[in-house]
């Protein structure tokens, strides 16, 4: 990787498969997507920094310290992203974030295993973390325009249900609500089930009161679609899945990329965790018009600001 940080973007792109061989390449490939051409202090914010070096080889420290001349505090890279803490090397995170980036139907923790030559428990580590990196921002605009809401289960393959009344009764599946928007972007939520109450929070959570939504003719859309500018419905009963526009595709194909995902790669996916693999596929979607390289970045950059505690801290 060239030095003093002078990459253009399109150098960036084409060096991620390096990163992902070169530790001291994944380090700058690191630093750059967090400072770009102007490293600063994580703790203090202070641009009057500088690397630590080697005072035998002049070389940079082995650890890619740097230090603050005005809060003389040490850090590296690592400080405040998902990856603080861990003694992973960068360049198996750089790989990881390259694989969940591009994988359209997801990347198995076993893979990244095999092809970074580290334990299982370490890939999970690194994928549990990616994924929580991938999450949405809290503050996200709602929905507008043409917005398609359905309803899927996902989980062990099962039947569903005994009989054919009432979708989802007698299962050990998870409900997940789906609204997308043409063309746009897409949210996913899992519920606690698919009662009228439910889906009406969900949507009014996620839509604007300007959309018009495009659902099947599942009871719980006929009351709330009264509150929004239009609804149009088919009816998937009686084999009418498009009328004009009026159809509910999009959000059935995103339903499939994820189960495709689930049974393909990961095989089983438990409720307690299904919401992560749902921030990725979200991701996925959601920056489909990216090229793989502009993904990765961007994926590389979201991890800033975030940490994945499992142990509550103590008091």
């Not at 980036?101 to 990244?112: M, N, P, Q, R, Y």
């Not at 890939?123 to 809401?149: H, Q, S, W, Y």
């Amino acid at each position: 990787m060239k030095k003093g940080h002078n990459l253009s973007k399109s150098d960036v792109i084409e060096n991620i498969p390096l990163a992902c061989s070169d530790e001291l390449t994944a380090v700058e490939f690191l630093e750059k997507q967090r400072w770009g051409n102007t490293p600063c202090c994580v703790r203090c914010g202070s641009v009057d920094v500088y690397q630590m070096k080697d005072a035998k080889t002049g070389e940079r420290s082995s650890r890619y310290l740097w230090r603050c001349r005005d809060c003389k505090e040490q850090y590296t890279v690592r400080i405040g992203t998902v990856y603080e803490e861990s003694r992973i090397e960068l360049r198996h995170w750089c790989y990881a974030f390259w694989r969940a980036a591009t994988s359209k139907k997801g990347v198995s923790a076993l893979e990244i295993k095999r092809q970074c030559q580290i334990s299982y428990k370490s890939a999970l580590f690194l994928m549990n973390r990616i994924r929580f990196a991938m999450a949405p921002d809290t503050d996200l605009p709602k929905l507008t325009g043409m917005v398609e809401c359905d309803e899927t289960y996902i989980g062990p393959r099962k039947p569903r249900y005994k009989g054919t009344s009432r979708r989802g009764r007698g299962t050990s599946k998870t409900p997940v609500f789906c609204a997308v928007e043409r063309q746009g972007q897409i949210r996913r939520r899992i519920v606690a089930d698919v009662t009228t109450e439910t889906i009406e929070s969900a949507i009014r959570e996620e839509i604007d009161r300007s959309a018009h939504l495009m659902t099947d003719e599942f009871p719980a859309y006929r009351r709330i679609g009264t509150e929004y500018a239009g609804h149009t419905s088919v009816c998937h009963a009686t084999k009418e899945y498009a009328r004009g526009i009026a159809h509910t595709n999009t959000a059935e194909s995103s339903h499939a990329l994820v189960k495709r995902g689930i049974v393909g790669i990961y095989h089983n996916v438990s409720r307690e965790y299904l919401h992560r693999y749902l921030w990725q596929f979200d991701f996925l979607w959601n920056n489909r018009k990216l090229n793989d390289g502009e993904r990765t970045i961007l994926a590389v950059k979201a991890a800033e600001g975030k940490r994945l505690m499992y142990k509550p801290s103590v008091n």
